[in-house]
């Protein structure tokens, strides 16, 4: 079973809130747990030991900003840049691991915000498990906005970018 097969695994897993998949194949054995439904103290895998461990990544629920009061007249700019938001497509990482901006320090980053992007285009590397993945763009667009640092940890489809459609 190769790296993509087991994370589509993982993506069905969570799109349809199964709790627990098991395989086996041979001596190769892999139990997904949904981190939703685990009891807490559990492992999110549990692997026979020869098997290589894969974890189940589940993105973080958005959490809610407290409420404030603010004149009326600051009330439509957010609102103003919530539907502008609506518009914009969402690069997201295909997996979890560090994110990084560019092939090495000394490199310069694969997009820039204003940069046009096309499908393949490559737009980042994740680095999982010691193995770099270079991560390619689904939408054609312009970058608007970069939603992650350089070098910081990032969970499964997490935003990476946010794109302008062309």
């Not at 809130?17 to 009891?39: A, D, W, Y």
């Amino acid at each position: 079973m190769d790296f993509n097969q087991i994370q589509e695994l993982i993506r069905m897993v969570s799109k349809h809130k199964i709790s627990e998949f098991s395989l086996k194949e041979g001596e190769f054995k892999l139990v997904i747990r949904n981190q939703g439904t685990v009891v807490e103290g559990v492992a999110p895998v549990a692997v026979a030991p020869a098997a290589p461990v894969m974890a189940m990544p589940v993105a973080a629920a958005p959490v809610a900003a407290p409420a404030t009061s603010t004149p009326k007249a600051e009330t439509p700019a957010p609102a103003a840049a919530a539907s502008d938001d609506s518009k914009l497509l969402t690069i997201k990482s295909p997996m979890v691991g560090t994110f990084y901006r560019s092939a090495g320090p000394d490199k310069p980053p694969f997009v820039k915000i204003g940069d046009a992007v096309d499908v393949g285009s490559k737009v980042c590397i994740i680095e999982a498990m010691k193995l770099f993945n270079e991560i390619d763009s689904e939408v054609k667009g312009k970058i608007v906005k970069i939603l992650v640092e350089d070098a910081s940890p990032v969970e499964y489809e997490q935003p990476l970018f946010l794109v302008e459609p062309a």
